[in-house]
């Protein structure tokens, strides 16, 4: 428990003892120098020591994220592995993962967010489906870049300031909303100053009524405007129930084309996502299957990795050739999160854009430290391009988990969800400051930027250069931002 908690809480200016006395590991305290240890990818690595009597390892002049050190394990089929290590940066802070390489696949085995001047610890875990050799090497989930400031004549302008804005962030981080927010403005000011993404969540049916789809309040909830750019929503047409009637099979198709037909086609094109059963109707929108459970609960077969597996295999036996998305709900208890991994590693497997629909937490002493975790792990795997959280806001409380009280200030989950809105879109370090040679380097998160260089006598700056950072695409070299001077 204490190693749990210091996991989630403290850096720590010395790291702790290891785990199980290092367990397979080669030279886990590092007595022995770089013993054990190699080169992961194009980086330099050296030994070194601190005043404490501290050793550790240093990767440097990595030109990737997953340039780093490693080593290699021969792991055994149905083993269950622990894994823990202790890292930091050198400059502000970092999603680090641990992965490992085998013959057949990369497994995440864990991650933490690592900063500068401190010690955090990485503490997960794998199972191993097949023996064989795997390779440990550590990956950042940020992207180094460097900048050299140079006069017009390609001269490098030493001491300049940098300042880089993050005018976009790459990965997509909403909440669902209701018709609550309708002349609210206090939730339509906290929703407003936090988001440019949204789901729509209805309300319930009333018993044999079926809503108006002419009625524009389920899509108007959505469309204010920030500057000029309109919220992006994500939507699916619901087949009310209707209840104390009897209905009979073909009735019921009767009711669910009329109502699929009208929501779809009066909102066609105003949403980035629907259901999959309105592909049909609106073709310009990525279609999605939506399970719950399938990430959350590995005692619950019926939704299992396997099963979504099998429906998306069905899909296409059918005769669907087009495009389509994975939706996860992701309501949780206690995160598991060695299986959450795992099974989104199976379901990446189809090749298709994971998004995470419905993410909440259930009430308990620990929902803000659950919340976060979840949110970093989701956040680390490649395979997942969005997470909507399922916190619409009514009087009487949320359906689960709320990130406000009553009055729209933050609750603890509300904190966890600012924090890390603020470390996905800002930029570390920053604004910085050119070396001798008009070199500045950084780590960014995916996204777009704009970079602005000034002249150290304060009287010249730079065009804006504009920089898009994207998963698993190659960094430039070096940025070059000229100054007139």
């Known amino acids: 428990m204490g190693y749990f908690w210091i996991r989630c809480y403290m850096c720590l200016a010395k790291p702790l003892e290891p785990q199980y006395n290092g367990g397979v590991v080669v030279n886990p305290q ?8 190699t080169t992961f990818g194009d980086a330099k690595i050296e030994h070194g020591q601190s005043n404490d009597g501290n050793k550790y390892i240093i990767a440097s002049n990595r ?16 083993k269950l592995y622990t894994f823990s290590a202790w890292l930091q940066v050198s400059h502000g802070n970092a999603d680090i993962a641990a992965i490992f390489k085998t013959n057949t696949s990369y497994e995440t085995a864990g991650w933490v967010v690592a900063q500068k001047g401190c010690w955090s610890m990485l503490k997960g875990g794998l199972v191993v489906n097949v023996s064989g050799p795997a390779e ?30 993050n005018k976009r962030p790459n990965f997509p981080l909403g909440v669902a909303i209701n018709k609550n927010i309708l002349g609210n403005n206090a939730y339509q000011n906290w929703f407003t100053s ?23 309040a389920p899509v108007r909830q959505a469309q204010w405007r920030l500057g000029t750019r309109p919220q992006r929503y994500m939507g699916r047409p619901k087949i009310p129930a209707i209840l104390g009637l009897r ?36 073709r310009k929108m990525l279609p999605f299957l939506n399970e719950y459970n399938t990430i959350e609960e590995p005692g619950d077969g019926a939704s299992s990795p396997a099963k979504y597996m099998q429906k998306i295999q069905l899909l296409r036996s059918q005769g669907y050739k087009g495009p389509l998305g994975i939706g996860l709900q992701g309501h949780f208890g206690i995160p598991n999160l060695p299986y959450v991994r795992s099974s989104i590693d199976f379901l990446a497997s189809a090749g298709l854009p994971i998004w995470i629909t419905e993410l909440d937490v259930k009430p308990n002493p620990n929902q803000a430290a659950y919340l976060e975790q979840i949110l970093r792990e989701l956040h680390a795997h490649k395979a997942v391009r969005g997470i909507l959280l ?21 609750l603890a989950t509300g904190d966890v969800v600012d924090k890390i809105r603020n470390e996905w879109s800002s930029a570390a370090d920053l604004p910085g400051t050119t070396d001798s040679n008009g070199f500045f380097e950084t780590s960014l998160f995916h996204g777009e930027y704009e970079a602005k260089i000034s002249h150290p006598k304060g009287d010249q700056f730079s065009t804006h250069q504009k920089i898009n950072l994207v998963p698993e695409e190659e960094a430039r070299d070096v940025y070059r931002v000229q100054i007139n001077v």
Request: proline residues 5%.
């Open 30 to 37: 590092l007595n022995e120098g770089l013993k054990g240890w």
């Open 63 to 78: 030109k990737q994220p997953f340039h780093s050190f490693s080593q290699k394990f021969n792991l055994e089929k149905d």
């Open 136 to 165: 440990l090497y550590f990956e950042v989930r940020k992207t180094r870049v460097k900048f050299q400031a140079v006069d017009q004549h390609g001269q490098p302008i030493p001491n300049a300031t940098i300042s880089i804005i």
């Open 194 to 216: 936090r988001f440019k993404l949204t789901g729509l969540r209805r309300s319930k049916q009333r018993r044999g009524k079926l809503l108006d789809p002419r009625r524009p």
């Open 247 to 282: 209905t009979f099979p073909n009735d019921l198709r009767a009711v669910a084309t009329h109502r699929t037909n009208a929501v779809v086609l009066r909102y066609r094109g105003q949403l980035i996502h629907w259901d999959v059963r309105a592909r049909y109707i609106d």
């Open 390 to 410: 399922w916190v619409a806001w009514s009087p009487q409380g949320c359906y689960t988990m709320c990130l406000t009280d009553n009055n729209f200030k933050n």
